[in-house]
DNA sequence: CTTCTCGCCCTTTTTCTTGCTCATCGGCCC
DNA sequence: GGGCCGATGAGCAAGAAAAAGGGCGAGAAG
């Protein structure tokens, strides 16, 4: 697997080279911006007591109460293991709670509590104006293009869903 | 579905509540594409030896050898601390090694070993095909496109660099 | 037809890492 | 000598992979 490409500025002549490069710098670009989005998100959500992360629970739970931890866990494209701790955490912080499902025992159904059902709003306002930091002088269309490209990008990656 | 997302607020009914909304999906769509790609990315570089994030300051060394911790970290947009924890881990494992500069005795090189200077390509080449996979199928407009409002986020989202 | 066992799915636990914030220590410049 | 900058240490949390626990259902056997 050697694949030598001896110096980057090498340039065999070949327009897909310079696309290679500019791929090359996608994965840090994207991991620096996501650093941003998370730290300045982190801080706007700081204030309703919960962390980086919480918030797409949060939200989630919103939308459909009541739903698995494996259901959580998809829908916000992390582990299982990572969504069963950050719903402990959430429990001790008194904002969503465990209740066992009745027909199926292995089944662990999420639910919002009432101090969770009130940090909605906040925490969807301080996505929103997260968000709207980012994309602070974005035309509208530049971002859609944003969002669209970022979901491809995504798409492209999972390893399941590969059906090229 | 029942999504009822105008419940929350009664909004005021203009067209700038479109953009919102788009800028509110934005920060989970960079958050889990930044998951993808640092999972994808984490599995190319594993068989090499290192974890994902240590990547970046194995291509910065070898593009400017004898960086401080400081200038790593800014390079890299993480915190000092974080960069000193990753080059005592990566010095552990033999990539890097520390030297203290002669003239300040309050800096420290950072250099790449043999070891790591060996694993350079390997990684630049992990580095390039997640970044190719992860736009596959993309125009090289869109990738440019896609590094330029990246760069644009992260721009707008640096706390220090609010020129606004 | 009933019952038992095996396999699968979901959840949880454990261990590793990165990353941030706060706090500390040491050396340099003024 | 005092302030400042740079590196480091401690504590908290997310995220991933590997593995364990428990329940459900299907299929085989009586």
Excluded: W
């Excluded at 290679?20 to 730290?39: E, G, Y």
């Amino acid at each position: 697997m050697s694949k030598k490409k001896g110096e980057k500025k090498a340039k065999s002549g070949k327009k897909k080279e310079l696309a290679a490069l500019s791929a090359a710098d996608l994965a840090p670009a994207i991991t620096q911006a996501a650093r941003s989005v998370r730290t300045a998100l982190s801080r706007s959500i700081s204030d309703s007591g919960l962390y980086a992360g919480q918030d797409g629970v949060i939200l989630a739970l919103s939308e459909d109460d009541g739903q698995t931890p494996g259901q959580l866990a998809a829908r916000l494209g992390v582990k299982a293991p990572t969504m069963t701790r950050t719903i402990g955490r959430m429990e001790a912080q008194g904002f969503v709670e465990r209740r066992a499902d009745g027909h199926d025992g292995r089944l662990t159904k999420v639910h919002l509590t009432e101090n969770g059902l009130k940090s909605v709003e906040s925490i969807g306002q301080s996505v929103a104006d997260c968000g709207a930091m980012a994309v602070r002088g974005f035309s509208d269309k530049e971002v859609r293009t944003l969002l669209k490209l970022l979901r491809a990008v995504e798409h492209n990656l999972q390893p399941e869903a590969d059906e090229d």
